[in-house]
């Protein structure tokens, strides 16, 4: 697809639902007692990989529209899956399943799309397997077979919110308490959506610990925008000329906040308006207007803040004076590309000057950029931050895949384009 360029982007949008929140909403809503409804549910092809494994072990779920109305069984309510479990390309989904499944007392099988089966399981089988979990294979497919899983106590290696979850997922099923100990926090929206459905769960600054619980009980969920799909857009505003976006009814959620913390360090001229509480998620409207920025180091804690970003935070570091240092993001490899090399690869076709680290890249900002033809590797995130860098190279550019932003954002051409009008 041909890139079309505009020459500055201003008005209002919303965005899609959070994708987190809306997997996790359909998964706990799926376990508890009762109807659980739904708004603002994204409706990308991730979220619903997810309605179909629940629809496929027996649970009743409406879609309408952003609305979605899941009819829960309880804990203990899920049956046999009539057939294979198919994931999409959703590693949350995959990822959190084999915490739910391991505590079963039913056999299953995972698998997903030829993305999935290379993006490796085993961070998640290893912490369950400590539990009492049988899954074979540390790639898709799984085959998991249901066993009475006990609780143990957990220090992440990683910062990793599916990692997290799918243990204090599994310690729901398990005898005695489950602890997760985490090096650095990472989003908890499991944790709030959990307490609110009455579960034996707490947290006490990176520590959280959770009981086999008896039963959850169904809530109201109104999922706010995702700051993750936002991204694009405060980028966006930020590196355009005469451009103002104003992105409402966005989460922000304290451990998805890293974007707006670093822009703003970037120099961004960044506005939070009309901040409000929605079903335990903190809620806002982000106005971004045309700014001047400049390089900086982006590592340590914040960086679980971030993950999601972090392509569209590169293009935002192309466009700064000075250089910008990505570290200590070793999780952008296991995403659904390595996200490194892809970043380092089609950004060098633009003639940046980037260069790859271990854990991350060095960006030096300030420079002419050139359009190229890109390749987003089926990644959502990468179509769709190649698309705002396109917008300010010099001549044409082209991506090979541009269906792949219906993951997460399926409006999000339809969107970008009305700005520029």
């Known amino acids: ?186 989003r908890d929206h499991t944790e709030l959506m959990l307490s609110a459905m009455g579960a034996d769960i707490n947290v006490n600054g990176l520590d959280i610990s959770v009981s086999g619980a008896s039963d959850l009980t169904s809530v109201r969920v109104n999922v706010p925008g995702d700051i993750s799909s936002a991204a694009f857009f405060m980028v966006l505003g930020a590196i355009m000329p005469n451009s103002e976006i104003t992105i409402t009814n966005v989460g922000i959620n304290p451990t998805r906040t890293g974007i707006i913390d670093v822009l703003k360090e ?65 999780e952008l490899k296991v995403k659904e590309t390595n996200r490194i090399k892809a970043v380092v690869d089609e950004f060098t076709k633009c003639k940046i000057d980037i260069n790859e680290t271990n854990d991350g890249m060095i960006i030096l900002g300030g420079n002419p950029v050139y359009g190229a033809d890109f390749k987003t590797y089926g990644d959502h995130r990468m179509a769709m931050s190649l698309t705002v860098l396109a917008q300010m190279c010099e001549g044409s550019s082209s991506i090979d895949d541009s269906d792949c932003a219906c993951v997460s954002y399926p409006t999000f051409f339809d969107d970008f384009y009305k700005l520029g009008k």
């Open 1 to 186: 697809m041909i890139i079309k360029k505009i020459s500055k982007a201003n008005g209002t949008l919303s965005v899609p639902g959070d994708k987190s929140i809306s997997h996790r909403a359909v998964m706990l809503g799926s376990l508890a007692s009762g109807v659980t409804e739904i708004s603002g549910f994204l409706k990308g092809a991730d979220c619903l990989s997810t309605i179909d494994c629940f629809r496929n072990m027996g649970i009743d779920i409406d879609i309408n529209g952003e609305n979605v109305t899941v009819y829960g069984k309880g804990l203990r309510g899920l049956e046999v899956p009539k057939k294979t479990l198919y994931t999409g390309n959703s590693g949350t989904t995959t990822r959190l399943l084999c915490g739910i499944l391991s505590g079963q007392k039913f056999n299953s099988t995972i698998t997903g799309d030829a993305s999935i089966q290379k993006r490796p399981m085993g961070r998640v089988t290893k912490p369950l397997s400590l539990m009492g979990a049988k899954i074979e294979n540390e790639y898709c497919p799984l085959h998991i077979i249901g066993t009475n899983l006990h609780g143990i106590d957990y220090t992440m290696p990683v910062a990793s919110a599916q990692v997290k979850t799918a243990i204090i997922l599994a310690g729901l099923y398990a005898e005695g308490k489950t602890v997760v100990h985490e090096i650095e926090k990472s």
């Open 266 to 330: 970037m120099g961004a001229d960044i506005k939070l308006e009309n901040q409000r509480e929605s079903a335990g998620e903190s809620v806002a409207d982000i106005t971004v207007r045309s700014s001047a920025l400049k390089g900086t180091v982006i590592g340590g804690e914040i960086i679980p803040r971030l993950i999601d970003e972090l392509p569209i935070i590169a293009v935002a570091a192309v466009f700064a004076d000075g250089e910008t240092v990505i570290k200590d993001a070793q």
